[in-house]
């Protein structure tokens, strides 16, 4: 198994850009999360899927955010307009069962200019 | 609401040394506890889960984590560190009977000496 995979790895942009985040979950996984990483917040949940469905969003800071997850095997979270705040590391886990903890993928390292 | 207090952000320690990170609590029940290791540059790593039973729990890589609840602690211990173990340790509650919504603590950045 490849674990989860993000994509890009690394997103250099200027504010005001539409930026797209993906994410494969690993197969047989039913619940998928969007993390933000920073240093002043540390590690954020701000979006989860269960069967395709978003659960919760509260986390989500701003109607600037959306997520989907049009099927089992693919994510996407985008930031449109994107601003320097949103600098951040952006990561997708998985999880076969609300009960275990989850699988990680690498991030992707978001820089707003 | 439910929090995550690690109260050392920064930790060195001599290889072959002995490690204990700190983990407190704060829930109106006894949560489901997480212990999760970043190397820089990756992301989160599982290293041990408690969800009931046995108070030690075993992870991989030689770590452990003893639950007490008096102490609303979660502390994670291994016995002999090794250079590898260089990372960042989160540690994470999670509701029980509820979806897997996950607090992190803020860290603690390990430094090895050889």
């Known amino acids: 198994d490849a674990g989860v995979i993000q994509s890009p790895r690394h997103e250099v942009t200027e504010m005001g850009q539409e930026v797209t985040l993906r994410c494969k979950p690993i197969s047989g996984h039913d619940y998928l999360f969007w993390y933000r990483q920073t240093m002043m917040r540390g590690l954020e949940l701000l979006i989860y899927f269960n069967n395709n469905v978003p659960i919760d969003d509260s986390g989500m800071p701003e109607d600037r955010f959306?997520?989907?997850?049009?099927?089992?095997?693919?994510?996407?979270?985008?930031?449109?307009?994107?601003?320097?705040?949103?600098?951040?590391?952006?990561f997708c886990a998985?999880?076969?069962h609300p009960l275990g903890g989850s699988d990680f993928g690498a991030g992707t390292r978001l820089s707003v200019l | 609401a439910q929090s995550v207090t690690q109260p050392d952000i920064h930790i060195t320690v001599s290889e072959g040394a002995s490690?204990?990170?700190?983990?407190?609590?704060?829930?109106?029940?006894?949560?489901y506890l997480f212990w999760y290791v970043q190397s820089p540059g990756q992301g989160l790593q599982l290293l041990l889960k408690y969800f009931s039973g046995d108070t030690l729990v075993q992870g991989i890589k030689g770590f452990e984590a003893e639950f007490k609840r008096s102490q609303s602690s979660f502390n994670l211990?291994?016995?002999?560190?090794?250079?590898?173990?260089?990372?960042?340790y989160f540690c994470a509650v999670g509701p029980k009977g509820g979806s897997e919504k996950l607090v992190f603590g803020k860290g603690t950045k390990l430094t090895v000496n050889p």
Request: include cysteine.
């Open chain 1, 94 to 96: 998985s999880s076969p």
């Open chain 2, 77 to 88: 211990r291994k016995p002999s560190v090794h250079w590898s173990d260089a990372a960042e």
């Open chain 2, 19 to 31: 490690l204990e990170l700190r983990c407190n609590y704060s829930y109106g029940a006894t949560p």
């Open chain 1, 66 to 90: 959306s997520a989907k997850m049009p099927n089992a095997s693919f994510s996407t979270l985008k930031i449109q307009p994107s601003e320097p705040r949103d600098s951040a590391v952006y």
